[in-house]
Structures are given as structure tokens and as C-alpha cells.
């Protein structure tokens, strides 16, 4: 059973910006590297997704929101996938954008 739907909204919100916030630091250091700075490997694309996973997870317990979201019914299974979901779609949406522009 999914959340209420603004919270699910508010923690999907957060997913995307820590994944945009990775996915940032990884083109300017590839960038400052002299690399493509868009042009990961699918073995990158994965451990960035896990990364911003992880950090979601880092913020939430920064954050700690942990027993909040207890009481709200949102269990660690369900926030995995409010972490996961949008860096997974942003880096297909990322890696789908790179093979149609080559």
C-alpha cells in the first residue's frame, strides 16, 4: 500500500533533487577530468542510481524523520522505492537522451 499522496509526492520531490544533486557532481568532475560529462557507462548509471539511493536514505535518518514516517506506515522496503524511482527514471531518461542525440 502506497502513502499518502503528498508525501509520497514530497519524497519523490526529494529523490529527484538528491539524483539531479549526484548526477551534478559526477558531470562536473568528469567535466573537470576532461571526460564526457553526460556519457556514463551503464555500470556508472547503476552506482549512481545506488548512491542516490543511499542518500536518501542519509537524509532521512539526518533528517530523523525515520520514526515519522513509522507512524505514518511508510516501512524501509517502501522508502527504497520513493529513493529509487526517481533516479532510476532520470538516469534511463539520461541514457535514452544520449542514444537518440549519437
Known sequence: MWPNPALL??????????WLGVRLM???IMA???GSA????PMASLEVVAISVILG???VSRRRE????ANLGVSRPMLFWM???PASVG?????SALSVAS
Do not use: H, M, N
Open 66 to 69: 525515520r520514526a515519522l514516517l
Open 26 to 28: 559526477i558531470a562536473v
Open 38 to 41: 553526460f556519457d556514463l557507462s
Open 57 to 59: 536514505f542519509v537524509e
Open 9 to 18: 509526492l514530497a519524497y519523490l520531490l526529494r529523490g529527484t533533487i538528491i
Open 32 to 34: 573537470l577530468a576532461g
Open 91 to 95: 538516469e534511463l531518461a539520461v541514457l
Open 83 to 85: 529513493c529509487l524511482i
